[in-house]
C-alpha cells in the first residue's frame, strides 16, 4: 500500500467550470476526510464518510461542493461554478483507529 | 467544535538549538496529533499522542490530556526541520491549530 493518493496535484481552471478531484485512501481504512487548507492556514475540516456513508458536512460546503465515495472505496470531490474564492489545497485523508494518514493534496486555482 | 492554539507563530532557529512548541486546547479530546507540512504542501505524521510522551530521534512529544496542552520538542535542530508544524485534536475529526512556522538557518 503506498498510503492515500491524490488526483490531479494540481488544477487550473477557469471561474465557472466545474473541477472533480479524486482521492485513493488507504485500503483498509473505513473513514475518509476531505480538507480545504489556504495559504498560512491550517486545514479546515470540509466532510467525512465511513465506509461510504456521508456522515457530516461542515458549513463550508457550500451547496456548489459534493463528495461521495461509491462503494466505500475511493471518493471524489466535485466542485461546481467555481469561483475565485475556491483556490486552494484540497488534501484527503484517512484513518482506521489510530490516526490519520494525508494525502499530497490537489492545489486548485480558479482564474 | 475545540479550539486550538498553537505557539509561538513563528520561529527562527540557528542549526544546533532546541526549541519547544505548544499546542492548547479547549476541551477534553481522544487524540492528538503533531504534522510537519513540508514545501510541498504534504503533512507528514510525526505523533500519535493522546497522552503521555513519546520520542522518534531528535523529536519528541509530551501530551498532559487533563490540563488540554501538547508540546513538541526539537533538538539539535537542522535545516531539514524546517517547515510548518501543526497541532491537531481529534473529536472524530481532526481539528487543526493555525501551525508554527520553524525555520532553520544554517
Known amino acids: 500500500d503506498t498510503g492515500v493518493s491524490q488526483d490531479p496535484r494540481h488544477k487550473i481552471t477557469k471561474r465557472g467550470q466545474n473541477v472533480t478531484f479524486r482521492c485513493d485512501p488507504i485500503?483498509?481504512?473505513?473513514?475518509l476526510y476531505w480538507y480545504r487548507q489556504t495559504l498560512g492556514q491550517g486545514p479546515e475540516f470540509l466532510t467525512y464518510?465511513?465506509?461510504?456513508?456521508?456522515?457530516?458536512k461542515s458549513r463550508l460546503l457550500s451547496d456548489r461542493f459534493s463528495a461521495e465515495r461509491p462503494k466505500g472505496s475511493f471518493s471524489t470531490l466535485e466542485i461546481q461554478r467555481t469561483e475565485q474564492g475556491d483556490s486552494a489545497m484540497y488534501l484527503c485523508?484517512?484513518?482506521?483507529?489510530?490516526?490519520?494518514?494525508f494525502g499530497s493534496g490537489t492545489r486548485l486555482t480558479v482564474v | 467544535g475545540i479550539q486550538v492554539e498553537q505557539s509561538p507563530p513563528d520561529l527562527i532557529l540557528q542549526e544546533g538549538a532546541n526549541s519547544t512548541l505548544r499546542c492548547n486546547f479547549s476541551?477534553?479530546?481522544?487524540?492528538l496529533q503533531w504534522f510537519h507540512q513540508n514545501p510541498w504542501g504534504q503533512l507528514i505524521n510525526l505523533f500519535y499522542?493522546?497522552?503521555g510522551t513519546k520520542q522518534n530521534g531528535r523529536l519528541s512529544a509530551t501530551t498532559v490530556a487533563t490540563e488540554r496542552y501538547s508540546l513538541l520538542y526539537i533538538s539539535s535542530s537542522q535545516t531539514t526541520d524546517s517547515g510548518v508544524y501543526f497541532c491537531?485534536?481529534?473529536?472524530?475529526?481532526?481539528?487543526f491549530g493555525a501551525g508554527t512556522t520553524v525555520t532553520v538557518r544554517a
Open positions: 485523508a484517512s484513518s482506521l483507529v489510530d490516526g490519520y494518514t
Open positions: 485500503s483498509e481504512h473505513n473513514r
Open positions: 464518510f465511513q465506509n461510504e456513508a456521508q456522515l457530516e
Open positions: 476541551d477534553s479530546v481522544n487524540n
Open positions: 499522542i493522546p497522552s
Open positions: 491537531a485534536v481529534d473529536d472524530y475529526k481532526l481539528s
